[in-house]
């Protein structure tokens, strides 16, 4: 019996096999670009699937000139150590001529003698904030 040569068989099976992995490939690089692109898509598409925390926290602002202001404040940790934590104190406006300063507890607001800031400091009770420009009224520049 003469042997039958199988060999088209193989390079079917490759062709397919090869054919499958480029559409493959392109399906997941046309649904994987915008991921890669855009750190807001990956971000909501991690909130929708619990895969990343805060999806169900209430939005506070949602204005780019609104900054959140934090100040450190000091806390005693379960086994009596101090360590140093974060917390939401106030909404900076920068979008006018001065930068209007709000507190996320009172909703008291102040307004300051700043177009915007570059810095802030705070004590660790939160009494006593800085801001800082860097606008030079000698110059008037900044």
């Known amino acids: 019996m003469s042997g039958v040569s199988h060999g088209h068989l193989h390079r079917s099976t490759q062709s397919r096999f090869r054919r499958f992995f480029v559409i493959a490939f392109a399906v997941i690089m046309l649904v994987g670009t915008p991921f890669i692109l855009s750190g807001e898509l990956r971000l909501d598409v991690a909130h929708r699937f619990d895969l990343a925390p805060g999806g169900g926290i209430e939005r506070i602002a949602g204005d780019e000139d609104i ?18 934590r974060f917390r939401a104190a106030f909404l900076a406006d920068s979008t006018g001529d001065r930068v209007e ?4 507890d009172t909703d008291e607001t102040v307004t300051l003698p700043l177009r915007e ?4 400091s ?6 006593h904030v800085l801001f800082r420009d860097s606008h030079d009224p000698a110059t008037g520049e900044g």
């Open 67 to 84: 900054t959140l202001v934090v100040i450190p404040i000091r806390a005693t940790s379960d086994s009596g150590r101090d360590e140093d």
């Open 101 to 104: 300063l709000t507190s996320i």
């Open 117 to 120: 800031f570059t810095f802030v």
């Open 122 to 127: 705070a004590s660790y009770d939160g009494a």
